[in-house]
């Protein structure tokens, strides 16, 4: 038997390390050649690692969330005969070596039987005349009363009262005698605790670790948040007229994509953007240059299973509507199904 060292390939031009973003394997398993390894991430764009040999996993680099450096040992698979390596691929051993043992599943405990269950304390006496709290604090079931039925209110705010337990003929309203999302806020501050169930439900904090693409995606958010200066800006504008342009041109658009109110955005800041030169510009401190942009390369927000992506619409300023609504329209689907390239998703 011998032992081949996988080490992790050069998978990109000038990437130093990749992210562990999960395993397929684990110690003790057989893998296949051509057989998946791990799904490694490196500039956004995530890479399979396939086995080169047949054998048995026996040590892995980590775990998902770890870095490992190109050149690096990923896996080490312990194969049929012998395999020369170079020195540099030959696992480190340990200074006491120790001959290598046979991974066995440890034995399963026996089963204790389970002990027997407390006896609830009987329970406490309550005065006759004080009802207890927690009754009171039970959601009513969702059936309307005959008052609750008569009361002038939407089926939102009817949803919500019952949600809440209570009674909308408890509740009195600041106009026309119509409940509101409104009124039910001023009921609910005004009568205290009311033994009216809180919306929420308590639950335990808990800590999920950020691996992959949420991380990378973290660190540019923040990175992002130090280094460029953020402002908002809110213009209300009358779109009656763009919006029936928009909806003529789809009825005759033939087999041109259907045009959405992003392209014709688009096109708006592309001719806005040559009058205000310094919003498409970057500082570079330590030189003391700002660069103005001639080309307008735009941000795409698409929602995808992995989290937020922001694929690149680049050179948006040469492209007329139909393009721009092809171009989101190829960005997005290449977003969602993991196959956007790393230049796609950056500048």
């Known amino acids: 038997m011998g032992r081949y060292v996988f080490k992790l390939p050069d998978i990109g031009e000038g990437i130093a390390e990749a992210e562990i973003v999960a395993w397929h394997v684990e110690v003790g398993d057989r893998v296949e050649e051509d057989g998946r390894l791990a799904d490694m991430m490196t500039d956004k764009a995530t890479v399979e690692m396939e086995s080169p040999v047949a054998g ?58 389970p002990p027997p269950p407390p006896t609830p304390p009987p329970p406490a006496p309550m005065p006759a005349q004080t009802e207890p709290v927690e009754a009171r604090a039970q959601p009513k079931p969702p059936t309307l009363t005959h008052s ?80 460029i200066p953020h402002f908002s800006y809110v213009e209300e504008c009358d779109v009656t007229a763009l919006e029936a342009i928009r909806a003529q041109l789809n009825e005759h658009r033939g087999a041109k994509p259907k045009l959405t109110m992003l392209p ?26 700002v660069t103005r942009y001639a080309a307008v390369h735009l941000g795409l927000a698409a929602q995808t299973p992995a989290g937020l992506m922001v694929p690149v619409i680049r050179n948006a300023e040469g492209r007329n509507i139909w393009q721009l609504a092809s171009e989101i329209i190829r960005l997005a689907e290449s977003a969602r199904d993991g196959t956007a390239k790393s230049e796609e998703l950056s500048g």
Do not use: W
């Open 56 to 113: 048995i996993i026996v040590e892995v680099a980590g775990e998902a969330g770890d870095v490992v450096a190109i050149g690096a040992p990923l896996v080490v698979i312990e194969v049929e005969g012998e395999v020369e390596q170079a020195p540099s691929e030959r696992v480190a051993k340990p200074a006491e070596p120790e001959p290598a043992k046979e991974v066995a599943p440890p034995p399963a405990p026996e089963p204790t039987p």
């Open 264 to 289: 014709l955005l688009i096109t708006a800041i592309c001719k806005a953007l040559p009058e205000f030169p310094m919003i498409n510009a970057r500082y570079d401190d330590e030189a003391g240059l």
């Open 148 to 227: 609750h039925a008569k009361v002038q209110a939407s089926p939102a705010v009817r949803a919500r009262a019952i949600e809440l337990g209570i009674d909308l003929s408890d509740v009195r309203p600041a106009e026309d005698g119509r409940v509101r999302h409104a009124d039910l806020d001023v009921f609910l501050n005004y009568s205290g605790s009311g033994g009216y169930r809180a919306p929420g439900l308590k639950g335990e904090d808990q800590q999920v670790r950020v691996i992959g693409l949420r991380r990378r995606i973290a660190e540019n958010m923040a990175a992002s948040k130090r280094h």
